[in-house]
């Protein structure tokens, strides 16, 4: 199978499950050979074996950038999608601790800084590559409660849109991907692990995005001539608006 502008490895953050397991199936079955990254060695020991050789598990907390790419070690990375990220809670910032806060930020914003730091210099040197930010539109709407996690992704949106200068004409493409809600297991902390609740609220009676949907999505970006980039998507169900207008009242002293 010829790849899309001689793509051949590619490297998905969170791919244990959810969104990342979708993505890189897809990349997988489009011919790539695909470096699944993630804590759980159990989740990616099993995808492994539904996809077959060409997922290649690299057990490691995405937060520990030299441990990941020790086990890349030599292999030359065409395709970065960072999609590992992490809401732990939906409660105001005053309410969060001050490790909650502080690992939300480094989960989804320092981390995929961090790695794209290391990956980038050989797409530049090869003059090849694409890279993928997952954000969401939190970092464009207001959702409340859930101020770290906005602002991380808000962050990460703007690093987009600078690396998208400082890599003009280096023959790297970046694409920023900013999904609505998803049909995933990602709100299960927010609420207490309880899977048949979360989707009973977030699920049941509205017509959510699929990760199969994101992955799609990432692959029609992916597929597109080398000097055409997708710079920013955002994706919603048909059914959904992000954002909204609260008016309180006023509560006297």
Avoid at 100 to 123: D, H, K, S, W, Y
Avoid at 215 to 223: D, F, K, R, V, Y
């Amino acid at each position: 199978m010829s790849m899309p502008n001689g793509y051949r490895n590619a490297v998905v953050t969170g791919a244990s499950r959810g969104i990342g397991a979708a993505i890189a199936r897809r990349l997988v079955a489009e011919g790539m050979t695909v470096h699944g990254v993630a804590r759980s060695g159990d989740g990616l020991a099993a995808l492994a074996q539904d996809v077959g050789p060409a997922f290649i598990p690299c057990v490691a907390d995405v937060r520990d950038v030299e441990a990941i790419m020790a086990r890349l070690d030599g292999v030359e990375i065409d395709v970065l999608v960072n999609n590992a990220g992490a809401l732990s809670s939906v409660r105001p910032l005053v309410e969060q601790s001050a490790e909650e806060t502080e690992a939300v930020i480094a989960l989804n914003l320092t981390a995929p800084l961090q790695l794209m730091r290391r990956v980038l210099p050989g797409m530049i040197a090869r003059q090849r590559g694409h890279v993928f930010n997952l954000t969401s539109t939190a970092g464009r709407a207001v959702l409340p409660g859930t101020t770290a996690y906005a602002a991380a992704k808000a962050g990460l949106s703007q690093a987009c849109h600078v690396l998208r200068h400082d890599l003009a004409g280096a023959g790297v493409r970046l694409t920023e991907i900013a999904p609505a809600r998803v049909e995933t297991d990602f709100y299960l902390d927010s609420f207490g692990g309880d899977s048949a609740g979360l989707r009973e609220k977030l699920f049941t009676t509205q017509r959510a995005l699929t990760p199969e949907d994101v992955a799609a999505t990432i692959w029609a970006a992916l597929s597109l001539p080398a000097h055409a980039d997708i710079s920013e998507i955002v994706i919603t169900s048909t059914d959904q608006a992000a954002g909204g207008q609260v008016f309180a009242q006023h509560r006297s002293s």
